[in-house]
Each structure stands twice: as structure tokens, then as C-alpha cells.
């Protein structure tokens, strides 16, 4: 009896091998990319990446930015809820846009260069928080909360237990760590000035995180997350959804998270330094003593 199984049981192990892949990266989706790093791996990944298909932000007669996101975010355990990024609330999707409901939380913040079509659109920036939620959040940039930092409030938000800020900074829970990360990577490759597409940049300067510019942060903190919390099997079924259903593009960072260091480090504020003193660099940002550097 069971030598007979024998060979349907290796076939199904085969299948169970072969088939996150099918399901995953289109083959031949990242042609192109191999041996590249640098600015030489971002403009690869950009030309692929580019040209998504675009939902409207709101529409009553096209699949619209909502809609999207109550397939995207829907509670495995509810189908009638989304589930809140941040706090992993479950909400009704009837609460949309009501006083204590959820709405659309836009991780490269709207006033940093995402105000249009598309990146305002973008599925890869957008997540349901509780409305209250993302109004404290505002417009903070990510970075380890400091304690001593003016404004130091923990948590967050009456409603955002985990969740830590400070007067210009929001640290989410560790799981949710990488998925900004990860987010706020693909928005500064998906981005890069083309028509008339922002320039979207990632920068440890928070001098330069202001109203009028296209720059989010903080990048060492972004790598440090991207380590923290490494990419799971909902992250990735969210990215091969928006592939498949939406919008015909994928994060390369999701598919392969190694491409964070090639593409990001060095950073120029590392310049002159390796990858691998780059990635160790990653590693003491990774640990909580680094926190402790406190300069705001
Ligand atoms: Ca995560
Ligand atoms: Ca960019």
C-alpha cells in the first residue's frame, strides 16, 4: 500500500516545491537583473516595475482604490473585514470612511510627493488604518521612537497599542517593520521622475523630509526593519494579488529581499564602505542598543 502511494506522494512534494513559484514571480519577470547592483539594478528594476495599471482613487463604476483593498486586507477568519494595518483590528468593510471605522492609510505619506495619479493610487502604499489611526500618524517619517525625544508617546494612539511615535517619527510593531519597509523601497524604485511622475527618494537627511519634497525616511532605519522582519507568506500572497488582480506589477523587494542591500547599500552616506560592512551596519541598526543614538 504504501510503496504504490510512493510515487503520487514524491509527485505531490513536487508540486508542493514547484508550486509557490507558479503562483509567485511570472517567469521571466525579472530578466535582465542578474549581476546587476547599485543604481544599475534600481533602473532595471524601475523599467520593470513601471506602467502598472492604475485605479482611480474613488470611482462608483470602476474597480477603485477601496475596492481593492477590501479584497487585499480582508480578514482570512471574516470575509465581511478588512484587517487594520498597525493594529490588526478586525473591522466590518461597511466601516469605511465612518468616525470610528478605517480608511486609507498611505505609507509614503500624500504631502511627500504622492498627492496624484498614480503613485497616490498605488496599491503598494496603501493600507487600511483605523481613521483616528492615521491622522496620528500623520505625516511622520519611520524611525525607532526616542524616548527622550519631545512628544515621545507610547503607544501612539490610544487605539494603536505597539505602536510608538515621537514628535516626528512613528515606530510601528516589529511585524509590521518590513512591510513599510519593503513599501517605502518600491515606491523610491517605482518612482523615479518619469513624465510626469514624482521622484520619489529615501534619505537619512530629515532635513530634507518636508512638505514641498518627494523624500520619505529614514533609510537606515527602513534596512534595519527590512532585517527585523523578514517578508512572510501574507506579504507575499498581498504582492502576487496586486500583480495578478490589480495593477500587473510586483515589489521586487518582496521577491527578492536580498535586492535591499544590493540596490541600497552603500547609500551615499555610507559611500566608500562594502556591501558586507554595509550589511553589518544593518545588523547593529537591527539591535535595540542602537536606538539609544537618540539625535531627535
Ligand atoms: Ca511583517
Ligand atoms: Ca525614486
Redesign the pocket.
Given at each position: 500500500m504504501f510503496r504504490a502511494l510512493r510515487p503520487l506522494l514524491s509527485s505531490f512534494s513536487l508540486l508542493w516545491l514547484v508550486g509557490p513559484l507558479a503562483a509567485g514571480i511570472p517567469a521571466g519577470y525579472y530578466d535582465g537583473t542578474a549581476g546587476l547592483s547599485g543604481d544599475a539594478l534600481k533602473g532595471r528594476l524601475h523599467d520593470i516595475i513601471q506602467g502598472h495599471i492604475q485605479l482611480p482613487y474613488n470611482s462608483s463604476s470602476q474597480t477603485d482604490t477601496r475596492d481593492a483593498l477590501k479584497v487585499l486586507e480582508q480578514d482570512p477568519e471574516n470575509a465581511a473585514n478588512v484587517l487594520l494595518f498597525y493594529i490588526g483590528r478586525s473591522d466590518p468593510k461597511t466601516q469605511f470612511g465612518q468616525a470610528n471605522g478605517w480608511d486609507r492609510e498611505h505609507l509614503w505619506p500624500r504631502s511627500y510627493g504622492v498627492a496624484d495619479t498614480p503613485a497616490e493610487t498605488d496599491l503598494f502604499n496603501l493600507r487600511v488604518t483605523d481613521r483616528d489611526v492615521n491622522n496620528a500618524r500623520a505625516n511622520k517619517y519611520s524611525d525607532f521612537s526616542d524616548p527622550a525625544a519631545v512628544g515621545y508617546r507610547n503607544p501612539a494612539h490610544a487605539e494603536a497599542p505597539g505602536n510608538t511615535s515621537d514628535f516626528d517619527s512613528w515606530e510601528p510593531p516589529d511585524t509590521y517593520k518590513g512591510d513599510v519597509a519593503r513599501s517605502l523601497f518600491y515606491l523610491?524604485?517605482r518612482?523615479?521622475g518619469g513624465g510626469t511622475e514624482p521622484?520619489?527618494?529615501l534619505t537619512d537627511n530629515r532635513a530634507l523630509i518636508t512638505n514641498s519634497g518627494m523624500y520619505m525616511g529614514l533609510l537606515s532605519t527602513l534596512m534595519a526593519w527590512h532585517a527585523l522582519d523578514p517578508v512572510d507568506a501574507a506579504e507575499r500572497q498581498r504582492n502576487d494579488r496586486i500583480y495578478s488582480d490589480f495593477q500587473r506589477n510586483r515589489n521586487p523587494f518582496i521577491d527578492h529581499p536580498e535586492w535591499v542591500a544590493a540596490v541600497y547599500a552603500p547609500v551615499p552616506e555610507w559611500s566608500g564602505q562594502t556591501a558586507a560592512t554595509a550589511a553589518l551596519l544593518m545588523f547593529f541598526a537591527a539591535s535595540r542598543t542602537w536606538r539609544s543614538r537618540g539625535s531627535d
Open positions: 523610491d524604485v518612482y523615479e521622484d520619489l527618494r
